[in-house]
């Protein structure tokens, strides 16, 4: 069925370390994909938003290109900073209501 | 300007009561969908409504669970006779119009309601 599948965490990075979190999806057509973050002790937030295929959205140096030939959307930043703690979840939005996630994956920064 | 708010933060119940969640959506907006998350598990949706409607139920389980949206007051996810595999994290999120037809897909999302059953 449709699923989104993230890589497993947690993740441990020092600071100023390059970023990288797959996420690839099972769907039918090209649906829009998003990152979420959640921050702890608060809700998700949208990150970044792709809504066709090649489309890169960016925000906050994070950046995640809609990749239809590998069914991805691969999270990267290219120097994390210890703020970017927090959980990031992949998601792509089946139909007009259902909003798919993946299971989220934990990013430890460590200065 | 305040979010998504749901209370309560921490519910613990004990098997066989019942659990109450409440989400007051972002002023304004009038559409809320619940998504369920248990442990090391990604965020499941539940239902979609709006106010007095329940539009897209197909997440939620048959029998316990029920949701509403009144016309006035929070929107309200009812858990009955609660069992251990209820525990979980329920997220509620809120959008001026329906997420997919909005192109811009703007939930907001609370902080979030972890119940726990004993």
């Known amino acids: 069925g449709d699923s989104v599948t993230q890589m497993e965490g947690p993740v441990t990075l020092s600071e100023e370390a390059f970023l990288t979190i797959n996420c690839t999806y099972t769907a039918t057509g090209y649906p829009s994909l998003f990152w979420y973050v959640q921050y702890p002790g608060e809700g998700l937030q949208l990150l970044l938003k792709a809504t066709k295929a090649d489309d890169k959205g960016s925000n906050k140096g994070f950046e995640a290109t809609y990749r239809k030939e590998t069914t991805s959307f691969h999270l990267e930043k290219g120097s994390v900073q210890v703020s970017d703690s927090a959980v990031y979840f992949c998601?792509?939005?089946?139909?007009?209501?259902?909003?798919?996630f993946g299971a989220g994956t934990r990013l430890t920064v460590k200065p | 300007n305040a979010g998504v708010m749901q209370n309560p933060r921490h519910l613990v119940r004990r098997r066989g009561q019942e659990a109450r969640l409440r989400c007051s959506p972002v002023k304004g907006h009038s559409h809320v969908y619940w998504y369920r998350q248990l442990p090391e598990e990604g965020l499941k949706f539940m239902v979609y409504?709006?106010?007095?409607?329940?539009?897209?139920e197909s997440g939620m389980p048959k029998e316990r669970f029920s949701a509403e949206f009144p016309k006035e007051g929070p929107s309200i996810l009812r858990i009955q006779q609660v069992v251990r595999g209820d525990s979980a994290a329920y997220f509620c999120?809120?959008?001026?119009?329906?997420?997919?037809?909005?192109?811009?897909?703007?939930?907001?999302f609370g902080a979030g309601s972890r119940l726990t059953v004993l």
């Open positions: 998601a792509f939005l089946k139909g007009a209501n259902d909003m798919r």
């Open positions: 999120a809120s959008s001026p119009n329906q997420a997919g037809l909005s192109g811009a897909n703007v939930l907001t």
């Open positions: 409504l709006q106010k007095e409607n329940i539009i897209d």
